[in-house]
């Protein structure tokens, strides 16, 4: 059966084509590779030895949508695609509100009208807001969002929700990740920032290669044991895997659930630091800077409910997270 995957060619996308393809679905992948490269597909089919499908299309393109739909036998939908970057969502508000939240009701009117009503979504814990304290629970309100990026998951939960309420015959997984990092075992496919790295573990990766000279530890005075932000880092693999559960569960039975994907269990960025040093057996030389805007202290998860409810729980530790973020790193230097 197949699964349309939208943004399938990024880096949470590939990694969940794999286990898809592992798991024995047939995945097809819908990307306008405004943030990824062909490459990665290449490197699916060669982890995997299986062909798969890709359609280079936008989901901001309804005519595009409806002809995917109308050729291929798709039973439910993961959707990857959108933008990503807290920074640029801030200077570029209208682009991550056109392509994000305009790209994902395009994308359910092309589904409602084929009658394909089971989709999982690419939340994030951002949603939680700064407001909630640690280990977030789904059952949590809310929080206020800093960045429009943030702005979009929470608005598009929204609407995911409305549309499960006028009518019950949708079923839609609401995924809220933490902090994804890793790659997979191979070290074939992995994360592929643009340019300078926003995120942690990207930067650190690019510090030990030597592409980056020292990372900015922003900010070391939080009230943490370390002064140092603190996140719920889960393995990309595990992630996946998360993927896997959820479209078992879209596909027996209909509702609109809502599930954290992260290990329970938070790091400082010092943790991250020394866990990195010692998987790459490379120094990784930091600064103290100041805090950056918008961040919070500390964000782990209580993965309980998904644990209960579909069965997954995130197994591979921080060590393994650096091991397999530096062997895609140092396998490709510069990427795909
Ligand atoms: P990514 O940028 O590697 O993958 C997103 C993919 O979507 C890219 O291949 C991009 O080309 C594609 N895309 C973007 N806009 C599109 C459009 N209009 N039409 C078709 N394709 C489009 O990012 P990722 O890290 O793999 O994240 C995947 C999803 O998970 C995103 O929605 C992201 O917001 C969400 N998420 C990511 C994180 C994280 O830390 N990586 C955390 C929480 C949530
Ligand atoms: N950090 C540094 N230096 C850097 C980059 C990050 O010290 O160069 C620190 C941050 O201050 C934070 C921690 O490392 O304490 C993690 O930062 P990331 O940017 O890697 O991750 P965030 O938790 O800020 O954000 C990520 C995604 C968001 C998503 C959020 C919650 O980037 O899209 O997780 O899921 F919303």
């Not at 059952?139 to 499960?164: Q, S, V």
């Not at 991250?272 to 790459?280: L, P, Q």
Request: negative net charge; glycine residues 10%; charged residues 25%.
């Amino acid at each position: 059966m197949s699964i349309l995957v939208t943004g399938g060619a990024g880096f949470i996308g590939s990694h969940t084509c794999v286990e898809l393809i592992n798991a024995g679905y047939e995945p097809i992948i819908l990307d306008n590779f405004s943030n990824s490269k062909r490459e990665s597909i290449n490197r699916i089919k060669e982890i995997t030895g299986k062909e798969i499908r890709f359609i280079e299309c936008d989901i901001r393109d309804r005519k595009g949508l409806d002809k995917v739909f109308a050729e291929n036998d798709i039973e439910a939908v993961i959707h990857f695609a959108g933008l990503k970057c807290v920074s640029e969502s801030v200077n570029e508000p209208l682009m991550y509100y056109d392509n994000n939240i305009g790209g994902t009701v395009t994308l359910c009117k092309a589904m409602e009208a084929a009658g394909c009503k089971r989709m999982v979504f690419s939340s994030s814990a951002t949603v939680y807001g700064s407001e909630n304290p640690s280990p977030m629970r789904e059952d949590m309100p809310e929080g206020k969002t800093t960045n429009p990026y943030g702005t979009t998951k929470l608005y598009i939960e929204r609407i995911l929700k409305d549309l499960f309420a006028s009518d019950n015959s949708w079923s839609v997984c609401l995924l809220r990740y933490f902090n994804p990092i890793g790659a997979h075992k191979s070290g074939k496919i992995g994360e592929d920032p643009k340019g300078i790295p926003n995120n942690l573990v990207p930067y650190v990766s690019q510090v030990a290669v030597g592409k980056l000279d020292h990372l900015n530890v922003c900010g070391n005075d939080y009230p943490t044991p370390d002064g140092t932000g603190v996140r719920d880092y889960i393995h990309v693999v595990d992630l996946a895997l998360g993927h896997i559960k959820a479209v078992e569960k879209v596909l027996k039975e209909t509702g609109c659930n809502t599930y954290n994907l992260g290990t329970g269990k938070g790091y400082s960025v010092l943790d991250v630091v020394k866990a990195f040093e010692k998987a790459s057996g490379r120094e990784v030389k930091y600064v103290i800077a100041p805090r950056r805007p918008g961040d919070i202290a500390i964000c782990y998860s209580d993965p309980s409910k998904a644990k209960r409810e579909l069965g997954w729980e995130a197994t591979r530790g921080i060590e393994e997270m650096c091991e397999d973020s530096w062997r895609w790193q140092s396998q490709n230097p510069n990427g795909y």
